[in-house]
């Protein structure tokens, strides 16, 4: 059973929202009694999965005190509501099911309290590939007027995930024939996610695709930190015949630090993403790339996640998706290998403890020979948490 950690990405500072809300609704409500969520927008929370836990971050006030008990009724995991937010903001969060939640739906603020927390608790949760998990809350009705604009709160469930983590030792991976010589793409995102105890050498490779024996330079898709002519914390990818450095300014690589690198080509532009954030985008040659397999270089240390898109993926989907394990039922997927010691069956959907290759949870299925001197480190049995928690 695994163990659960419950990680508050953005920690709301009650006090101080409650003072703010209680004096923004003071004004707008006249001073009369109105019930409301205190809560600015979404409450996100990274879990683990497979255990029961409190989610104590969602509340309720009063925009002054009373002398008696109020009422509050809630409604819970309504779809409309939920596909009113996704659309209106872009998102595409699923209905967290109702047999993984507990719901107070109806509590009282005791007489002089001016806010209490509203009970929700997690059970078992699974996660789904397809995204993360919403619950959309509403306050259906009170003993007091209920201030419009104020009666919805979202809680977003996204997955913390402890985990093992291909550490290569030297040898690297590599398969040249996974797809017909006559494959092409016309658009690609390459992603890989690595963390390296020094960048004191040059011409340290990272992953590339492998093209046609003879074919042009131009499909190259080639990643490495250090050059001739940059540092060797710098990162490059050399592709259609030229190159783009990433300048030291936006993108300095420390040890010790978890890096996912997003490279992306979508058709005439290429950009490069360092954790989601766009550092550096350049034309270098529009057309189809040929490609035949793919490489991941033995100087690596720890690395994980590297996944092959024959799409160019947006930036809300390379921002949204760093840390996480992604839809690997996902058709524009050409490769995927979440380098976590696990083997994922399609036609079973499970999932099972083997590290003896690096196994590719794509359809594709195309296995990587894991290197004689790869090892896949649980971090002394502790695994490694996403995301990163000492990532500054």
């Known amino acids: 059973m695994k163990r659960i950690y419950i990680y508050l990405l953005s920690l709301l500072a009650l006090a101080s929202c409650q003072n703010e809300l209680y004096n923004d ?3 707008e409500f006249q001073a009369k009694q109105g019930v409301y969520f205190v809560n600015k927008g979404t409450v996100q929370k990274f879990v683990e999965e497979n255990k029961t836990v409190e989610i104590p971050d969602l509340s309720v006030g009063l925009t002054r005190k009373d002398n008696n008990p109020v009422k509050v009724i809630f409604n819970a995991g309504n779809q409309e509501q939920l596909d ?3 659309k209106k903001n872009g998102t595409n969060y699923i209905l967290l099911p109702e047999s993984m939640y507990d719901l107070k739906k109806e509590l009282v603020i005791d007489p002089l309290f001016t806010s209490v927390s509203v009970p929700l608790k997690l059970k078992d949760v699974q996660f789904s590939p397809k995204g993360s998990y919403a619950l959309p809350i509403r306050i259906a009705s009170s003993d007091v007027s209920v201030i419009g604009g104020q009666t919805d709160a979202l809680v977003v469930l996204e997955q913390k995930i402890v985990t ?6 030297g040898g690297y991976a590599s398969d040249a024939e996974m797809f017909p010589k006559d494959f092409k793409v016309p658009a690609w995102t390459l992603e890989v996610m690595i963390n390296r105890a020094n960048y004191s050498s040059n011409n340290r490779a990272v992953v590339w695709t492998q093209r046609p024996a003879g074919s042009s330079a131009l499909n190259e898709i080639f990643t490495r930190f250090g050059d001739v002519t940059i540092k060797p914390n710098q990162l490059q990818i050399k592709t259609g015949g030229s190159q783009i450095d990433i300048p030291a300014d936006k993108y300095s690589a420390l040890p010790n630090q978890w890096y996912m690198l997003s490279f992306v080509y ?3 532009l290429t950009y490069v ?5 766009l550092v550096a985008q350049r034309e270098i040659r529009t057309g189809d790339y040929d490609v035949t397999g793919i490489s991941i270089g033995d100087k690596n240390e720890l690395i994980r ?3 092959f898109y024959k799409v160019a993926r947006t930036p809300q989907q390379i921002a949204a998706n760093i840390w996480k394990t992604i ?3 996902d058709d524009n997927l050409l490769l995927y290998f979440p380098m976590n010691g696990k083997k994922y069956d399609h036609e079973t959907g ?5 590290d003896t290759m690096i196994w590719d949870w794509s359809k594709s299925a195309k296995h990587l020979k894991k290197p004689a001197q790869a090892i896949f480190d649980d971090n002394e049995g502790k695994g490694f948490v996403f995301p990163p928690e000492t990532n500054s």
Do not use: C, F
């Open 25 to 27: 609704a003071q004004d």
């Open 84 to 86: 009113a937010y996704n």
């Open 164 to 169: 093992k983590i291909l550490r290569m030792n």
């Open 266 to 268: 979508d058709g005439k």
């Open 273 to 277: 993403y360092i954790n989601g954030i």
């Open 305 to 307: 996640e590297v996944r």
């Open 327 to 329: 839809d690997y039922t």
């Open 350 to 354: 499970k999932i099972v403890e083997d």
